[in-house]
């Protein structure tokens, strides 16, 4: 068995084997999977591993992390070399680790650096005791695993792409070996001439071994004895740090790594529609004598893949270069191979078709029965009740109603997310807007009512179900300012208070995978809900799921307490809709204490997004009155100058209905952020219930009825209801408002 771990005297083994990291804290430039409240961290620390692979090329830490896994796991550690171990070695790890599992019911964690050089044959053997639990795998490797690494076993992990060190990481890992006293040089006064150790770590190229390598090899050289007595000056000098490292050559292979770098390279080239590098590569490839058919296979997948409904005619015009090739050869069909390059590269961008294979995994995991309304109602319908309570949606506006077409298992999960971009973003808005839809009416326990209305319901019941659909796309605008502010990666953190709709939660979740979303609601109720749909809409592991705490509307927790709900007190984004629509105690303090809260989670550099309706900026009902019904000119006019007195009052108790921009942007720009504020104009159609006049109208509970009647009488207050309430009979009112869309980057 390879002796990867064991430990050696300091003077035997290489520097960078000394200076391996011991634990997570320590490892560097790869914070995206390894920092604080990231995935991976959360997993080590908890000792929840499952079976996981490490691809990064040489020198960003594969290995290192095993180790600190290997120092703090309470599972038995064992670990192999796939260079010097065959499948002999695998069966007896096997054996050690099962007989641990029968006897002892411990787990065995097996590390297996350079997997991508065990054969299949010898991968094979390792696949089942991995899917049945035996071994915990961790495997490392240079190469893209999912080439080179048997598909079953990558199946079965999840894989982590650690990236090359930039430099500044790189120069923290020399200052590190240079100052330490047991590990590196720091016995020694090591001075280097100006510009060699950025020489060495410019040439490293990101590769911490070859940086460390260099670094022993020229201080070690740079004396006629090693070691040298403690507390010696050694001077490295240009030449000797040109010397001791040497940059590596990049060549075209067709039958190794640069093969698949170089058509990597293209096809991400295409992908991110620069036609130039897409070129480049293209031309690269057929100057190293790349078979063509092998291209054009590529450019027809990304066509499908890639390009997809965004411009649903680009398959057709690569197929077509293809049949041009196979027709004229080269060298002419060089402009075959151009056209379909230049075709796509310049093509709008979807990846939605990705969506079958989400459907897919979902049919393996389990067949779901068919639900009965959807069932042929032609052949058991009078016995079985097959096809009742199907909605007919031609009975509708657009052509559409709200229903549930995924067997029950599967409400309310979402595998098909359209682009915004080319041909597909004429049908995005429909397609989300039908998704939000159906799951703000399953979150809200309206899905009974909904699914039992059919197109013979009267009046006003059929007014209702059809606003609902303009609803969602409000809903939906909504989202997309709020996160159009951000550029929220894979690995983020983002806090979400005031969640309890899910809006946010949900794309959060979409868009952090190794990240974290965090959200906050204001009940336990509300938290239960959006976790049973939360588990509908994502099929992630344990360790992954979104974290909900209960915590006041549109107020943000302190450090100790965010670290007790979400293992986790720093995030890169705090986002929210509407924190502040049901609160009752704001004040001129209020955003400021807001702000300093979020400037205590955020790291620096976060930022804050936030949209929110102000009731200065909201509807008036003297608009109302004036373009939608039938009033007197005066009592409008004194309507209008009455809501206005309204909305300018003073005094804490009024804050709520007078605060606006001004208040918010410079409660955050004291708390120490770079802030900007757009006023963003908005409408939908509303129906407007008795209700909801009665609630406006009530002269002791409602403020701005008190207010309203107060100024201008009670006859003309009447009157003012009762002209409402003659228009509301007639159906929606368009209903006018502003938000204020606030983006605020922590900058001290």
Same mark, same amino acid.
């Given at each position: 068995?390879?002796?990867?771990?064991?430990?050696?005297?300091?003077?035997?083994?290489?520097?960078?084997?000394?200076?391996?990291?011991?634990?997570?804290?320590?490892?560097?430039?790869?914070?995206?999977?390894?920092?604080?409240?990231?995935?991976?961290?959360?997993?080590?620390?908890?000792?929840?591993?499952?079976?996981?692979?490490?691809?990064?090329?040489?020198?960003?830490?594969?290995?290192?992390?095993?180790?600190?896994?290997?120092?703090?796991?309470?599972?038995?550690f064992?670990?192999?070399?796939?260079?010097?171990?065959?499948?002999?070695?695998?069966?007896?790890?096997?054996?050690?680790?099962?007989?641990?599992?029968?006897?002892?019911?411990?787990?065995?964690?097996l590390?297996?650096?350079?997997?991508?050089?065990?054969?299949?044959?010898?991968?094979?053997?390792?696949?089942?005791?991995?899917?049945?639990?035996?071994?915990?795998?961790?495997?490392?490797?240079?190469?893209n695993?999912?080439?080179?690494?048997?598909?079953?076993?990558?199946?079965?992990?999840?894989?982590?792409?650690?990236?090359?060190?930039?430099?500044a990481?790189?120069?923290?890992?020399?200052?590190?070996?240079?100052?330490?006293?047991?590990?590196g040089?720091?016995?020694?006064?090591i001075?280097?001439?100006?510009?060699?150790l950025?020489?060495?770590?410019?040439?490293?190229?990101?590769?911490?071994?070859?940086l460390?390598?260099?670094?022993?090899?020229?201080?070690?050289?740079?004396?006629?004895?090693?070691p040298p007595?403690?507390?010696?000056e050694?001077?490295?000098?240009?030449?000797?740090?040109?010397?001791?490292?040497?940059?590596?050559a990049?060549?075209?292979?067709?039958?190794?790594?640069?093969?698949?770098d170089?058509?990597?390279?293209?096809?991400?080239?295409?992908?991110?529609?620069?036609?130039?590098?897409?070129?480049?590569?293209?031309?690269?490839?057929?100057?190293?004598?790349?078979?063509?058919?092998?291209?054009?296979?590529?450019?027809?997948?990304?066509?499908?893949?890639?390009v997809?409904?965004?411009d649903?005619?680009?398959?057709?015009?690569?197929?077509?270069?293809?049949?041009?090739?196979?027709?004229?050869?080269?060298?002419?069909?060089?402009?075959?191979l151009?056209?379909?390059?230049?075709?796509?590269?310049?093509?709008?961008?979807?990846?939605?078709?990705?969506?079958?294979?989400?459907a897919?995994?979902?049919?393996?995991?389990?067949?779901?029965?068919?639900?009965?309304?959807?069932?042929?109602?032609?052949r058991?319908a009078?016995?079985?009740?097959?096809?009742?309570?199907?909605?007919?949606?031609?009975?509708?506006?657009?052509?559409?109603?709200?229903?549930?077409?995924?067997?029950?298992?599967?409400?309310?999960?979402?595998?098909?997310?359209?682009?915004?971009?080319?041909?597909?973003?004429?049908?995005?808005?429909?397609?989300?807007?039908?998704?939000?839809?159906?799951?703000?009416?399953?979150?809200?326990?309206?899905?009974?009512?909904?699914?039992?209305?059919?197109?013979?319901?009267?009046?006003?019941?059929?007014?209702?179900?059809?606003?609902?659909?303009?609803?969602?796309?409000?809903?939906?605008?909504?989202?997309?300012?709020?996160?159009?502010q951000?550029?929220?990666?894979?690995?983020?953190?983002?806090?979400?208070?005031?969640?309890?709709?899910?809006?946010?939660?949900?794309?959060?979740?979409?868009?952090?995978?190794?990240?974290?979303?965090?959200?906050?609601?204001?009940?336990?109720?509300?938290?239960?809900a959006?976790?049973?749909?939360s588990?509908?809409?994502?099929?992630?592991?344990?360790?992954?799921?979104?974290?909900?705490?209960?915590?006041p509307?549109?107020?943000?927790?302190?450090?100790?307490?965010?670290?007790?709900f979400?293992?986790?007190?720093?995030?890169d984004?705090?986002?929210?809709?509407?924190?502040?629509?049901?609160?009752?105690?704001?004040?001129?303090?209020?955003?400021?204490?807001?702000?300093?809260a979020?400037?205590?989670?955020?790291?620096?550099?976060?930022?804050?997004?936030?949209?929110?309706?102000?009731?200065?900026? /909201?509807e008036?009902?003297? #608009?109302?009155?004036?373009? %939608?019904? &039938?009033? +007197?000119? =005066?009592?409008i006019?004194?309507?209008? $100058?009455?809501?206005?007195?309204?909305?300018?009052?003073? /005094?804490?108790?009024?804050? #709520?209905?007078?605060?606006? %921009?001004? &208040?918010? +942007?410079? =409660?955050?720009?004291?708390?120490?952020? $770079?802030?900007?504020?757009?006023?963003?104009?908005?409408?939908?159609?509303?129906?407007?219930?008795?209700?909801?006049?009665?609630g406006?109208?009530?002269?002791?509970?409602?403020?701005?009825?008190?207010?309203?009647?107060?100024?201008?009488?009670?006859?003309?207050?009447?009157?003012i209801?009762?002209?409402?309430?003659?228009?509301?009979k007639?159906?929606?009112?368009?209903?006018?408002?502003?938000?204020l869309?606030?983006?605020?980057?922590?900058?001290?």
């Amino acid at each position: 068995m390879d002796e990867l771990f064991k430990k050696k005297e300091a003077g035997e083994s290489p520097l960078a084997d000394r200076m391996r990291p011991k634990v997570l804290d320590e490892i560097l430039g790869q914070d995206h999977i390894v920092g604080k409240g990231r995935l991976l961290r959360r997993a080590i620390q908890a000792d929840r591993l499952s079976s996981i692979i490490f691809s990064g090329p040489p020198g960003t830490g594969k290995t290192s992390l095993a180790r600190v896994i290997a120092n703090t796991t309470s599972s038995v550690f064992e670990s192999l070399n796939a260079v010097l171990t065959g499948i002999k070695d695998i069966r007896e790890v096997i054996d050690r680790a099962d007989e641990r599992r029968r006897l002892y019911g411990r787990r065995t964690i097996l590390f297996v650096d350079e997997v991508h050089r065990w054969n299949k044959a010898q991968q094979d053997a390792l696949l089942p005791w991995v899917e049945n639990g035996t071994v915990i795998l961790i495997g490392a490797t240079t190469e893209n695993p999912f080439f080179e690494v048997n598909r079953a076993l990558v199946s079965r992990s999840r894989v982590f792409l650690l990236k090359s060190l930039e430099n500044a990481d790189l120069m923290k890992a020399a200052e590190y070996a240079l100052n330490d006293k047991e590990r590196g040089y720091g016995n020694w006064k090591i001075v280097f001439e100006e510009g060699a150790l950025e020489h060495l770590v410019e040439v490293a190229g990101g590769d911490t071994r070859s940086l460390l390598n260099a670094l022993e090899l020229a201080i070690e050289t740079c004396t006629d004895k090693w070691p040298p007595p403690p507390g010696t000056e050694l001077a490295v000098n240009m030449q000797t740090a040109e010397e001791s490292i040497q940059k590596r050559a990049l060549l075209y292979d067709r039958d190794g790594d640069y093969h698949f770098d170089t058509i990597s390279a293209f096809i991400k080239s295409v992908r991110g529609s620069d036609p130039d590098a897409a070129l480049y590569w293209l031309a690269k490839m057929i100057r190293a004598g790349e078979d063509p058919a092998f291209i054009f296979r590529r450019m027809i997948i990304l066509a499908m893949e890639d390009v997809g409904l965004a411009d649903p005619t680009a398959i057709s015009t690569v197929i077509s270069c293809a049949e041009a090739f196979d027709r004229i050869g080269l060298p002419e069909g060089r402009f075959a191979l151009s056209l379909a390059c230049l075709c796509l590269s310049t093509a709008a961008k979807s990846n939605s078709t990705m969506a079958f294979f989400d459907a897919l995994r979902e049919v393996e995991k389990e067949d779901a029965e068919v639900p009965n309304h959807l069932k042929d109602a032609s052949r058991d319908a009078k016995s079985f009740g097959h096809g009742e309570g199907y909605i007919y949606p031609h009975s509708y506006r657009e052509h559409w109603a709200a229903q549930q077409y995924l067997p029950a298992a599967l409400r309310g999960r979402v595998f098909y997310n359209p682009s915004s971009v080319g041909h597909e973003a004429l049908i995005r808005d429909d397609v989300l807007r039908r998704k939000e839809l159906q799951a703000a009416i399953i979150l809200s326990g309206q899905e009974r009512e909904v699914l039992s209305y059919t197109s013979s319901a009267p009046g006003r019941e059929g007014w209702y179900k059809r606003l609902e659909s303009g609803r969602s796309k409000l809903l939906l605008s909504d989202r997309d300012l709020i996160f159009s502010q951000c550029n929220i990666a894979r690995h983020s953190r983002v806090l979400i208070p005031a969640a309890n709709d899910g809006l946010l939660l949900w794309e959060s979740a979409r868009r952090t995978p190794e990240g974290i979303a965090c959200a906050l609601v204001d009940s336990e109720s509300s938290k239960e809900a959006l976790l049973a749909f939360s588990s509908n809409f994502r099929q992630d592991e344990e360790l992954e799921q979104t974290f909900i705490s209960v915590f006041p509307s549109g107020q943000l927790p302190g450090l100790k307490q965010a670290e007790e709900f979400f293992s986790c007190d720093e995030f890169d984004y705090i986002i929210t809709r509407e924190p502040w629509r049901r609160a009752k105690l704001l004040s001129p303090d209020f955003f400021k204490a807001f702000a300093d809260a979020a400037s205590a989670l955020l790291v620096t550099g976060g930022k804050v997004s936030i949209l929110q309706s102000p009731p200065r900026l /909201g509807e008036r009902i003297s #608009r109302i009155l004036k373009e %939608e019904c &039938e009033g +007197k000119a =005066g009592i409008i006019e004194g309507l209008i $100058k009455a809501e206005d007195d309204f909305f300018k009052g003073t /005094g804490e108790e009024s804050f #709520r209905f007078t605060w606006g %921009e001004e &208040e918010l +942007k410079t =409660g955050f720009e004291n708390a120490g952020f $770079k802030v900007t504020v757009k006023e963003i104009e908005q409408f939908e159609e509303r129906l407007i219930t008795v209700k909801d006049l009665s609630g406006w109208f009530e002269r002791d509970k409602s403020s701005w009825g008190s207010f309203i009647v107060n100024a201008v009488g009670d006859e003309d207050f009447s009157l003012i209801h009762s002209s409402l309430e003659k228009r509301i009979k007639m159906g929606p009112v368009r209903w006018k408002w502003s938000s204020l869309l606030l983006f605020a980057e922590k900058v001290i």
